[in-house]
């Protein structure tokens, strides 16, 4: 008897297969399969064998993180390894505002609830933001010679205020209970619990992210991702968190964002009235709206859920506290984390977080607090200390000239411009622009060759600078220092203008190194040298330092102080944000590691009145190849 076969997966194939055994049988042989009913038998069972390999194709699918393509699957497995997908992440603003109430109110305080709407516009579109709790303000003087209600510092949450109740009843002791707003920011969660519909206090509840710690009795809550997509409150059972009981009322309420969208707005206004006809509101913005995210998309969770499991949620290696943090924190562009042992200088039984904002957003103090109080101590060896770096930005300008062969393109040498400067542009995007990554020259300038077969050549000089903000005053001296952690060419250091307070006088000037490591201060008007010794520069290491500058004001009222440099040859070739190059004894010393550095592309314009050179140019020539 024949066997059929049962490896093929395609129709036709597996037709085929059908067919040639029942061909084989003894009681089929004067059978026509191509003209006969049992033709579209055979169909039927063809089509039937195809659809259920896709099915099971479909369903290993499905179980693996890795290939898995529905979210709720990738959610699924996510949660077998204890993670908890992020959810989208509200704008968020600090705001002052002043009431001057009318004479007819007499009260002497006063309360902007968790409930009062604040309006911004962006892009023509109107956002709501509340304020993240209730705040009280005293009557007291104000600036006008009036009394009134002075607000120091108002957190406002961009979105909409949504408020759930649900009645425990005998199936659902421990949930869940589904909150259907795919948008919410669970980090404004608020969950209370009534004892029932006949008592009025309200009992709030905490969210915990962990198991671990929560005791039989602990009033705790947790949060998960449904397989709708959105998210669902789960209780304890009495032996994990406290179980609900029936007849219980559960109030959550929470703020659902427009995420991104709600970034950069930086004018508030109230429109309800809170003390009376003719009050007047002042607001003061302290910072834009910011940190607003989309939620976790699935290559997020594809990327961290792996990655967050392998921590067996402590914090013990550096990997884990980037995973710990990122799980957390969303609006993280990129994270270094480096011990004591490995700091310069070294400072044993610490570890050093440095974190870089996404663009549009900032981290907080509130934020490393949270961090280091919440995130890390529960997790982290006992007697480790965490401390916080702030990232230092070092800007690289590229003055690109391409030569290119004009018989074998129709590409003007404008067009040829633009789009080598929106491949540097590009190059720099996908490559650096945060922490622990270093350049390449050899990259950058493979990638600009990419771009044509026509491009026969490829020379850029490269130039570095720094930028210092909040310089200026007239009494207080300033210490300005800088790592370029590349060696630097002697002789080519300048800074941008500012006005310099040497020996009681002012004077315009600008600094430049005398090619044997101090720098000297050089008068704008005249290039007439006012200080010959106003500090240092390391030229092997890359190391500026000017110890104590006087500068009322910047050039031209410039947003801020710039010293530019040129790399050597050799370190043009590789500008190292992490990695340390290896030496001998004979050798000379070279930049260390810096592991707080972000490499970003400059792309200033030229300005004379404050001394800012240009950040990107790229100069194209067409010529005719030899043959």
Same mark, same amino acid.
């Given at each position: 008897?024949?066997?059929?076969?049962?490896?093929?997966?395609?129709?036709?194939?597996?037709?085929? #297969?059908?067919?040639?055994?029942?061909?084989?049988?003894?009681?089929?042989?004067?059978?026509?399969?191509?003209?006969?009913?049992?033709?579209?038998?055979?169909?039927?069972?063809?089509?039937?064998?195809?659809?259920?390999?896709?099915?099971?194709?479909?369903?290993?699918?499905?179980?693996?993180?890795?290939?898995?393509?529905?979210?709720?699957?990738?959610?699924?497995?996510?949660?077998?390894?204890?993670?908890?997908?992020?959810?989208?992440?509200?704008?968020?603003?600090?705001?002052?505002?002043?009431?001057?109430?009318?004479?007819?109110?007499?009260?002497?305080?006063?309360?902007?609830?968790?409930?009062?709407?604040?309006?911004?516009?962006?892009?023509?579109?109107?956002?709501?933001?509340?304020?993240?709790?209730?705040?009280?303000?005293?009557?007291?003087?104000?600036? #006008?010679?009036?009394?009134?209600?002075?607000?120091?510092? @108002?957190?406002?949450?961009?979105?909409?205020?949504?408020? /759930?109740?649900?009645?425990?009843? !005998?199936?659902?002791?421990?949930? *869940?209970?589904?909150?259907?707003?795919?948008?919410?920011?669970?980090?404004?969660?608020?969950?209370?619990?009534?004892?029932?519909?006949?008592?009025?206090?309200?009992?709030?509840?905490?969210?915990?992210?962990?198991?671990?710690?929560?005791?039989?009795?602990?009033?705790?809550?947790?949060?998960?991702?449904?397989?709708?997509?959105?998210?669902?409150?789960?209780?304890?059972?009495?032996?994990?968190?406290?179980?609900? &009981?029936?007849?219980? %009322?559960?109030?959550?309420?929470?703020?659902?964002?427009?995420?991104?969208?709600?970034?950069?707005? !930086?004018?508030?206004? @109230?429109?309800?009235?809170?003390?009376?006809?003719?009050?007047?509101?002042?607001?003061?913005?302290?910072?834009?709206?910011?940190?607003?995210?989309? =939620?976790?998309?699935?290559?997020?969770? =594809?990327?961290?859920? +792996?990655?967050?499991?392998?921590?067996? #949620?402590?914090?013990?290696?550096?990997?884990?506290?980037?995973?710990?943090?990122?799980?957390?924190?969303?609006?993280?562009?990129?994270?270094?984390?480096?011990?004591?042992?490995?700091?310069?200088?070294?400072?044993?039984?610490?570890?050093?977080?440095?974190?870089?904002?996404?663009?549009? !957003?900032?981290?907080?103090?509130?934020?490393?607090?949270?961090?280091?109080?919440?995130?890390?101590? *529960?997790?982290?060896? %006992?007697?480790?200390?965490?401390?916080?770096?702030?990232?230092?930005?070092?800007?690289?300008?590229?003055?690109?000239?391409?030569?290119?062969?004009?018989?074998?393109?129709?590409?003007?040498?404008?067009?040829?411009?633009?789009?080598?400067?929106?491949?540097?542009?590009?190059?720099?995007?996908?490559?650096?622009?945060?922490?622990?990554?270093?350049?390449?020259?050899?990259?950058?300038?493979?990638?600009?060759?990419?771009?044509?077969?026509?491009?026969?050549?490829?020379?850029?000089?490269?130039?570095? /600078?720094?930028?210092?903000?909040?310089?200026?005053?007239?009494? =207080?001296?300033?210490?300005?220092?800088?790592?370029?952690?590349?060696?630097?060419? +002697?002789?080519?250091? =300048?800074?941008?203008?500012?006005?310099?307070?040497?020996?009681?006088?002012?004077?315009?000037?600008?600094?430049?190194?005398?090619?044997?490591?101090?720098?000297?201060?050089?008068?704008?008007?005249?290039?007439?040298?006012?200080?010959?010794?106003?500090?240092?520069?390391?030229?092997?290491?890359?190391?500026?330092?000017? +110890? &104590?500058?006087?500068?009322?004001?910047?050039?031209?009222?410039?947003?801020?102080?710039?010293?530019?440099?040129?790399?050597?040859?050799?370190?043009?070739?590789?500008?190292?944000?992490?990695?340390?190059?290896?030496?001998?004894?004979?050798?000379?010393?070279?930049?260390? %590691?810096?592991?707080?550095?972000?490499?970003?592309?400059?792309?200033?314009?030229?300005?004379?009145?404050?001394?800012?050179?240009?950040?990107?140019?790229?100069?194209?020539?067409?010529?005719?190849?030899?043959?």
């Amino acid at each position: 008897m024949a066997e059929l076969r049962v490896t093929e997966l395609d129709f036709d194939a597996i037709k085929a #297969n059908l067919k040639t055994f029942l061909k084989a049988q003894e009681e089929l042989t004067d059978y026509n399969f191509e003209g006969s009913a049992l033709n579209v038998l055979l169909d039927i069972l063809a089509y039937n064998t195809h659809y259920n390999a896709i099915l099971a194709h479909l369903n290993a699918n499905e179980m693996f993180i890795d290939s898995a393509v529905k979210r709720n699957s990738v959610v699924s497995i996510a949660k077998t390894l204890g993670y908890m997908p992020t959810s989208a992440r509200a704008a968020r603003a600090n705001v002052s505002v002043t009431i001057t109430p009318p004479g007819a109110y007499t009260e002497t305080t006063l309360d902007i609830t968790r409930d009062t709407i604040f309006s911004a516009s962006l892009n023509n579109t109107s956002y709501t933001f509340y304020p993240k709790e209730g705040y009280t303000a005293a009557r007291s003087s104000l600036s #006008n010679n009036t009394t009134g209600f002075f607000f120091e510092d @108002i957190e406002l949450i961009e979105g909409r205020r949504v408020l /759930h109740q649900f009645i425990v009843t !005998s199936d659902i002791l421990s949930g *869940p209970f589904l909150l259907p707003n795919e948008n919410l920011d669970t980090t404004t969660l608020r969950v209370r619990v009534q004892e029932s519909t006949t008592t009025d206090t309200l009992v709030t509840w905490n969210y915990s992210d962990s198991a671990l710690g929560v005791a039989g009795d602990d009033t705790s809550f947790f949060v998960e991702e449904s397989s709708t997509g959105q998210y669902q409150i789960v209780f304890g059972d009495n032996i994990i968190g406290k179980q609900l &009981s029936v007849g219980n %009322v559960v109030y959550v309420d929470y703020i659902t964002s427009h995420g991104i969208d709600g970034n950069y707005a !930086s004018s508030f206004t @109230i429109s309800q009235t809170l003390t009376g006809s003719g009050e007047q509101k002042a607001i003061a913005t302290l910072s834009n709206s910011y940190g607003g995210v989309a =939620r976790e998309t699935l290559d997020g969770i =594809r990327y961290n859920a +792996p990655r967050f499991n392998a921590t067996k #949620n402590r914090a013990v290696t550096a990997q884990d506290y980037k995973t710990l943090i990122s799980a957390r924190f969303p609006n993280v562009n990129s994270i270094s984390v480096w011990g004591g042992e490995d700091n310069d200088p070294p400072i044993y039984g610490k570890v050093f977080v440095c974190l870089e904002a996404a663009t549009g !957003s900032i981290i907080t103090q509130d934020d490393k607090d949270i961090i280091t109080t919440e995130v890390l101590g *529960p997790r982290s060896v %006992v007697s480790i200390q965490t401390e916080f770096a702030d990232p230092e930005y070092t800007y690289i300008g590229v003055n690109a000239t391409v030569k290119y062969d004009a018989k074998t393109t129709s590409t003007t040498s404008m067009q040829m411009s633009s789009a080598i400067r929106s491949n540097i542009q590009s190059f720099f995007s996908t490559n650096l622009s945060k922490l622990r990554k270093n350049f390449y020259y050899s990259q950058m300038t493979g990638q600009i060759f990419d771009i044509s077969p026509a491009i026969i050549s490829v020379s850029a000089e490269i130039r570095l /600078h720094k930028r210092w903000t909040g310089l200026e005053s007239t009494t =207080r001296d300033t210490d300005i220092s800088g790592n370029f952690n590349a060696e630097i060419r +002697p002789g080519t250091l =300048r800074s941008s203008i500012a006005t310099l307070t040497i020996g009681g006088v002012n004077y315009e000037s600008y600094l430049v190194d005398d090619s044997a490591g101090t720098l000297v201060v050089k008068s704008v008007s005249d290039d007439s040298i006012i200080s010959s010794d106003f500090g240092t520069i390391d030229y092997t290491t890359g190391v500026v330092y000017v +110890p &104590s500058a006087l500068i009322p004001s910047l050039g031209g009222d410039a947003p801020n102080f710039r010293i530019y440099v040129t790399p050597s040859k050799e370190s043009a070739d590789i500008l190292s944000s992490v990695i340390r190059t290896a030496t001998v004894s004979t050798a000379a010393v070279r930049p260390t %590691v810096s592991r707080n550095i972000v490499l970003k592309l400059d792309t200033s314009a030229s300005d004379t009145t404050y001394g800012y050179e240009t950040g990107l140019a790229v100069t194209s020539y067409p010529q005719i190849q030899d043959q």
